[in-house]
C-alpha cells in the first residue's frame, strides 16, 4: 500500500533531550514537510523539502531540525532547544511544482515528562 | 501575510441537517484551496481540492466552493450524517506551486442521531 508512516506514535522526551521522529513515503513524491498541531490551532509549518539534500525552514523553526538524505525519508529532530514541543506532529508529501494534493500520516504525538 | 480565518470554531446539528462550513483568506493570490477532515488524534484526509480558475468542487454530499475575488470558501455537507461528526480545516497553498499550505484553526463538528 502507498502512503505515509511516521513512527512512533507517541513519544515521550526527558528535559534536555533531543529526539527524532521517523517519516517515511513511498508515493515517490519529491516534497515533504513537517507541521505541527496545538490544540485548537491550525497546523504550521516547521520544515520542507522539495528535493534531496535540500530543505527550508517554515514558520516555527526555532529548536527543530531535518535532514532529507532519501527521497523517502524526512526525519524531524527536536532539540532540547524548542522549550515547548508538546504537540501534535504531522509529515505530509506531495508532487513537487503540482497542483495536486498534499498526502498526511498519521502523526506523532510529543508529550514532555 | 496570508491569513485563513473558518468561521464557526464549533457547530452542532441534528441528523439529517444540510449545514455550511466558511473559510476566509486575506491575500487571493493563491495557487489552490483545500479541505481536509481530522478524526481526534488521527492525520488529515483531503476531501476537496479547488484550484485558482476553478468555483467548485463535488464529491458525495460535500460541495466546495471558491469566490478568490472576495478571499471565501465554503464547504457544504448535505444531509448530515454522525459519521460526519470530526474536525474540518481549510488550507491554501500560495501561487508557487510546491510551497506549504496555510491552515485555518478549523471547525469541529458534532452530528447528533
Known amino acids: 500500500d502507498g502512503g505515509i508512516t511516521q513512527s512512533p506514535k507517541y513519544l515521550f522526551r526527558k528535559e534536555g533531550q533531543n529526539v527524532t521522529l521517523s517519516c517515511e513515503q513511498n508515493l515517490n513524491h519529491d516534497a515533504m514537510y513537517w507541521y505541527r498541531q496545538d490544540p485548537g490551532q491550525g497546523l504550521r509549518l516547521i520544515y520542507y523539502?522539495?528535493?534531496?539534500?535540500?530543505?527550508q525552514k517554515g514558520d516555527i523553526a526555532e529548536g527543530y531540525s531535518v535532514s532529507r538524505e532519501k527521497k523517502e525519508s524526512f526525519p524531524l529532530t527536536v532539540t532540547s532547544a524548542q522549550k515547548n514541543p508538546t504537540a501534535f506532529y504531522l509529515c505530509?508529501?506531495?508532487?513537487?511544482?503540482?497542483?495536486?494534493?498534499?498526502?498526511f500520516g498519521p502523526g506523532t504525538r510529543l508529550l514532555v515528562l | 501575510k496570508q491569513e485563513v480565518t473558518q468561521i464557526p470554531a464549533a457547530l452542532s446539528v441534528p441528523e439529517g441537517e444540510n449545514l455550511v462550513l466558511n473559510c476566509s483568506f486575506t491575500d487571493s493570490a493563491i495557487y489552490n484551496l483545500q479541505w481536509f477532515r481530522q478524526d481526534p488524534g488521527k492525520g488529515l484526509t483531503s476531501l476537496l481540492l479547488?484550484?485558482?480558475?476553478?468555483r467548485e468542487q463535488t464529491s458525495g454530499r460535500l460541495n466546495a466552493s471558491l469566490d478568490k475575488s472576495s478571499g471565501r470558501s465554503t464547504l457544504y455537507i448535505a444531509a448530515s450524517q454522525p459519521g460526519d461528526s470530526a474536525t474540518y480545516l481549510c488550507a491554501v497553498r500560495r501561487y508557487q506551486a510546491g510551497t506549504a499550505l496555510i491552515f485555518g484553526k478549523g471547525t469541529t463538528l458534532s452530528v447528533s442521531s
Open positions: 479547488i484550484q485558482s480558475s476553478q
Open positions: 505530509a508529501s506531495s508532487i513537487f511544482n503540482s497542483a495536486e494534493t498534499q498526502y
Open positions: 523539502s522539495q528535493i534531496v539534500n535540500d530543505f
